[in-house]
């Protein structure tokens, strides 16, 4: 998939870095796909945060063809449409949505029905505020949803995973809200790298 960066030109090295992500995104499909399927055999719905178009039709591909009814939403969707595959996600329509916005949508327990929410992010972003706003699709009006990262061991997307657990942790340290889970994950984060290395 011609994985590797390559070139001197900052430009087309911001480039490469994007391409190496969304390869990467594509990669890590069917793992994502397989956490789906256990969290729907639990008995949650489930919305699943990706930063790439295709990403987000390779899911839903592979979880049609199981069967599993998805609703999407993404940029290129217009309003009423948008809100109409966010509807059928509310109602248990669409047992599944998966989605590139990060704010602006509720998908929470509740407005609907009362079936549990698990939310997972298969695209790590770097920014803490980005995380904190897609984290807060199902996990908020007082309802919980259990919020799953998604990345595989020695990528970039650990590194990212590292990064913006520190982040988020400045980030509500600074409010005031309870950081021990975050220490706890930065910590395991920490565990995986020395052990590879």
């Not at 719905?45 to 990706?50: E, K, P």
Request: glycine share 8%; aromatic share 4%.
């Amino acid at each position: 998939m011609e994985l590797a960066p390559s070139g001197r030109d900052p430009r087309g090295a911001l480039a490469a870095a994007l391409r190496l992500r969304q390869k990467g995104s594509l990669i890590r499909v069917e793992g994502t796909a397989e956490l789906v399927r256990e969290l729907l055999e639990n008995g949650h719905q489930v919305a699943v945060s990706v930063a790439f178009i295709e990403t987000l039709e390779a899911l839903r591909e592979g979880l049609v063809k199981e069967g599993v009814a998805c609703a999407a939403l993404h940029g290129g969707t217009p309003m009423m449409e948008r809100e109409a595959e966010r509807m059928r996600f509310q109602r248990g329509e669409a047992k599944v949505v998966l989605f590139t916005v990060e704010e602006g949508i509720s998908l929470h327990q509740g407005e609907h029905n009362e079936v549990p929410r698990s939310e997972v992010i298969h695209d790590l972003r770097w920014s803490a505020i980005q995380m904190a706003q897609i984290e807060g699709r199902c996990h908020r009006d007082g309802r919980f949803a259990q919020v799953y990262w998604a990345y595989a061991d020695d990528t970039i997307e650990e590194r990212i995973a590292a990064i913006v657990c520190r982040r988020i942790q400045s980030m509500k340290s600074m409010v005031g809200d309870d950081v021990e889970t975050l220490r706890e994950i930065e910590r395991l984060l920490a565990d995986a790298r020395a052990a590879e290395g």
